[in-house]
């Protein structure tokens, strides 16, 4: 009996004290540091640095910010940016406006140095406000296990490496039969991982414009901290490869 009151009372306390990954990524934005479950290191001469877990992370769980200076899409397109340091720079819409992190300096931080995994990312990015100013945070789409990389799709199908990405075993198989019903074969492609959007414990977040296109918002979800993952933008000198009328977005703030 006195055991099972002990273990009780741990579990309780032990869901008292978890944190809401959005109050973790609102600490973390605060505090300008970054989560120390989380290290560099170099891939290779192809990807670069790449981010890893040192320790599990549970799904939902914030992992890390996308700092950067916090311009506008104007001043982005008006900088000079080699082809390389446009990699790092991560436009996405605001309070009916376009807006630019610009990860482009070497500042120390992981966020910038997480790379693209289009098929089945571990993180999503969401835009989380604090103070009246919008930041990118990452969250955890899955379980991430000690030494995995952390990825996330950068959500522009233009990247330059993912045309280098080897052909699939399937592809192959269907040049040799002809026959194959392509309409069923898509839907159990292996490669088509559907990741679920975490579901977050946000009472602490309230939306507080009306400029949002609710049409595709649930409005009975409480649970969502941000309906509308920012899309990251391509920009080459100024070009931008993304149709900003597909943007959407929703404000979300924390008090
Ligand atoms: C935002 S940076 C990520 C950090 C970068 N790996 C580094 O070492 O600085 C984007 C750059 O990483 C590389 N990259 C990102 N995802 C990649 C992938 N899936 N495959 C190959 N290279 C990738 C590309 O060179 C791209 O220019």
Redesign the pocket.
Known sequence: MCVCVTIFSTIMLKRKTRIRPVDDARTHIQSLRDKPEFMER??DN?????VFATQPVEAGAFVLEYRGELISAEECRARDYT??Q???LFEFEWQKRHWCID?SKEDGTLG???????KSPNCTMKKIIVNDTPHLCLFAVKKIEIGSEI?YN?GDSQ????K??PKQQTSVIETKTSLTDHSSHDASNKDAVVTQEPKQQTSVIETKTSLTDHSSHDASNKDAVVTQEPKQVFTIKGFSLVNYTESDETDEYIK
């Open positions: 170099f891939i192809n990807k670069g640095r790449g082809e390389l446009s990699t790092f990860a910038r140095l997480i790379n693209d995994n289009h990825e950068y990247w330059p490496w993912r280098k990405e």
